[in-house]
């Protein structure tokens, strides 16, 4: 089945604990995307990723960091969360960069204490 | 910088009544524009996907218009069904078209 899957699905942290949300697609994409959606702010892109060893910021990159070493995986990392990235999580992907139909993954809750 | 607004932000309709939704944007230069369907706690189901060169696109009861000119695409449910609850979502790809905007969605609740 084809799909974006993102683990954990629920995690709850303390500040400053580094930790990775991961994602991967199994669609041969070559565009991957990450989003946190907040109450009141909609869906904000954090990073994309046009294709493998190319990523560039989005609206809100700031306390993330990403990498895209393969093709099917698009990791978002928290390096020293902070409560403001409590957050619901989105990865997503298409099959080219430009354009095309957004594949979402079921979403990753994450809460920072 | 692209701006993607929804309004009504909640609808509450009666079963098997026709509706629009509606979504605005500010930047004309769109390359193409896909509504989604999000339930509570889940992620992101695609509906359709407009290209610019398109006007519109359908899908079953589903049809979701692009005016550019205008700034505006809607989304028409016909025959609302309880199942069609849901938060509906528009985004735009815009500028170097790698960049999805996304609105903040129009809640809707189909009542029996």
């Known amino acids: 089945e084809a799909q974006v899957t993102q683990n954990p699905r629920y995690l709850i942290t303390v500040t400053g604990k580094k930790l990775t949300v991961t994602c991967s697609q199994n669609?041969?994409?070559?565009?991957m995307s990450w989003y946190r959606q907040d109450p009141g702010l909609g869906l904000r892109q954090i990073y994309y990723?046009?294709?493998?060893?190319?990523?560039d910021k989005g609206d809100v990159p700031e306390g993330y960091k990403v990498s895209r070493k393969e093709k099917r995986n698009f990791p978002l990392i928290l390096e020293s969360p902070s409560p403001n990235q409590t957050s619901l999580y989105f990865c997503?992907?298409?099959?080219?960069?430009?354009?095309?139909?957004?594949?979402f993954g079921e979403g990753s809750r994450l809460t920072v204490l | 910088k692209q701006e993607v607004t929804q309004i009504p932000a909640a609808l509450s309709v009666p079963e098997g009544e026709n509706l629009v939704l509606n979504c605005s944007f500010t930047?004309?230069?769109?390359?193409?524009l896909q509504w989604f369907r999000q339930d509570p706690g889940k992620g992101l189901t695609s509906l359709l996907l407009?290209?610019?060169?398109?006007r519109e696109q359908t899908s079953g009861r589903l049809n979701a218009s692009l005016d550019k000119s205008s700034g505006r695409s809607t989304l028409y449910i016909a025959a609302s069904q309880p199942g069609d609850s849901a938060t509906y979502l528009c985004?735009?790809?815009?500028?170097?078209?790698?960049?999805?905007?996304f609105g903040t969605g129009t809640r809707l609740q189909v009542t029996l």
């Open positions: 997503a992907s298409r099959l080219k960069g430009y354009g095309g139909e957004l594949f």
């Open positions: 669609m041969n994409h070559e565009y």
């Open positions: 990723s046009m294709n493998v060893e190319v990523t």
């Open positions: 930047d004309s230069a769109i390359y193409n």
């Open positions: 407009i290209q610019s060169s398109q």
């Open positions: 985004a735009g790809n815009t500028g170097t078209a790698s960049k999805l905007t």
